[in-house]
């Protein structure tokens, strides 16, 4: 599933799990939610979280194998439908979250896993091995409009049409390109250091986490309309 | 304060402000407002206004000693309060000018001082020096949802999440990368020669200026919004 791990003021979640596909069904969203939530309580100023994962891929999307396990057409719909207000959970914590946050990609990501990845602050990405693949088109599956509304935030333009209505597997110096990853890097090894070592230089500069998080909901305006995420006054400081 | 010149159809604004950082208070950006209106009144077709000013600073945010000189913490909060609803009157001007508008950015725009260049329909910039620092992160503030609608109108994706949630001094060459400014020229005299070529170039085009106005006005269409600032109708010319 996944594990969440401290180390000084850095959150490091680890998406782990046997297939390597870190499919997303209930159980691992579960697990990431419950782990968000805990970087949460345990946040301090000069917090920052850090999104790893290890092998071919770094989350190829829902676990569609789940879905269609289910014992009818009903039910089949169901199940996907409960992956959607999963995926619209962990969105809305991770937009919450007190503290700056980097999506280190080590391998490839679909569908819900390029939501995933673009829910942090930060994406950096491996130069080979590794593809966002916005997949839905290809399968013949509308994306559902509060996910919109995250790539609207993030991209713009012909980068955005690029993203969604083409059916491109986007390589990384592509992604880097189109202004969706932040920088490539060469390796497992070296896209997961990079991370940590990003997170590290923002945590340092100890930002203080509700103001952090108000101001990137800021970023995600429509989104948070859509999700209900209302904006929170915050006291003045002594100016 | 600030000074206005007209040379021709350019309504060249100086500012002054408060002390060599041109500090805005009430009475800066009220002298500052009865400028543009001054212009507005005296505008023709092919009106045309460029922002200037001198030294170190373009402008370095609010009057801060004028806030705090006051007995109790609720007193500068009320002085800073009402420094905000200045500069929104004055953003209001800005974008209800009805002519093009160019800021000539020569030195460091800091804090509301961010606001004044990005005010103008095109921004040029020193490339040798000056950053524009939006530091309300860095000060623990939260940005007033009003001001984000205004930065999400000039900017999106990556550019926003830099100028806003990354406490950074940006230099005129990363911010012409992000397209927050125009062009970038070496020298004081430099950039505010380009300035004034700009604005004589965009007067050329002898725009009705009304037009102008509320053209741009849909560009801030969510900014206008939230402060009521309808858009009028004008009657069709000739077709």
Not at chain 1, 212 to 237: F, H, N, Q, V
Request: hydrophobic share 45%; charged share 25%.
């Amino acid at each position: 599933m996944c594990s969440l791990e401290k180390r000084g003021n850095l959150f490091i979640l680890i998406l782990t799990g046997q297939n390597g596909e870190h499919r997303l069904n209930p159980n691992l969203f579960s697990s990431i939610i419950s782990a968000i939530s805990r970087a949460k309580v345990e946040s301090t100023r000069g917090s920052a979280l850090v999104t790893v994962s290890h092998g071919k891929f770094f989350c190829n999307g829902f676990d569609l194998d789940w879905v269609n396990a289910a014992g009818s057409d009903e039910e089949t719909q169901q199940r996907f439908n409960l992956l959607l207000d999963n995926l619209k959970q962990l969105v809305l914590a991770f937009i919450s979250l007190p503290m700056p946050t980097i999506a280190a990609v080590n391998g490839h990501a679909a569908a819900g896993g390029v939501v995933l990845a673009l829910c942090h602050d930060y994406v950096l990405m491996r130069r080979h091995r590794s593809v966002l693949y916005m997949i839905d088109l290809d399968l013949g599956i509308k994306i559902p409009e509060p996910f919109m509304a995250l790539f609207r935030a993030k991209n713009s333009g012909s980068a955005r049409r690029d993203l969604l209505l083409r059916g491109l597997k986007i390589k990384g110096e592509e992604a880097l390109k189109m202004g969706i990853v932040e920088a490539v890097y060469d390796g497992e090894e070296e896209v997961t250091n990079a991370g940590i070592k990003m997170a590290d230089d923002l945590a340092k500069r100890n930002w203080h986490g509700e103001v952090y998080a108000e101001i990137r909901k800021g970023l995600y305006s429509e989104l948070c309309d859509i999700l209900g995420i209302a904006s929170i006054p915050i006291a003045t400081p002594r100016l | 304060m600030c000074s206005l010149e007209k040379r021709g159809n350019l309504f060249i604004l100086t500012l002054t402000g408060k002390n060599v950082e041109h500090r805005l208070n009430p009475e800066v950006l009220s002298s500052i407002i009865s400028a543009l209106s001054r212009a507005k009144a005296k505008s023709t077709r092919g009106s045309a206004l460029v922002t200037v000013s001198h030294g170190k600073f373009f402008c370095n945010g609010f009057d801060l000693d004028w806030v705090n000189a006051t007995g109790s913490k609720q007193e500068a909060q009320q002085r800073f309060d009402y420094s905000l609803d200045c500069l929104t009157q004055l953003v209001q001007a800005f974008i209800s000018l009805p002519m093009p508008t160019v800021a000539a950015v020569n030195g460091h725009a800091a804090a509301a001082g961010v606001v004044i260049p990005l005010c103008h329909d095109y921004v040029v910039m020193r490339r040798d020096r000056g950053v524009l620092y939006v530091n309300d992160l860095e000060m623990g503030l939260k940005i007033p949802e009003l001001y984000m609608a205004f930065f999400r109108a000039k900017t999106s994706g990556w550019a926003l999440r830099d100028l806003v949630l990354r406490g950074l001094k940006i230099k005129g060459e990363e911010l012409l990368k992000m397209g927050i400014v125009d062009a970038v020229y070496d020298g004081e005299e430099g950039v505010t020669n380009a300035g004034m070529k700009m604005a004589d170039d965009l007067a050329r085009r002898k725009w009705d200026g009304e037009v102008y106005a509320e053209i741009r006005k849909g560009l801030y269409s969510e900014f206008c919004g939230m402060l009521g600032i309808a858009s009028k109708a004008i009657g069709t010319p000739k077709l």
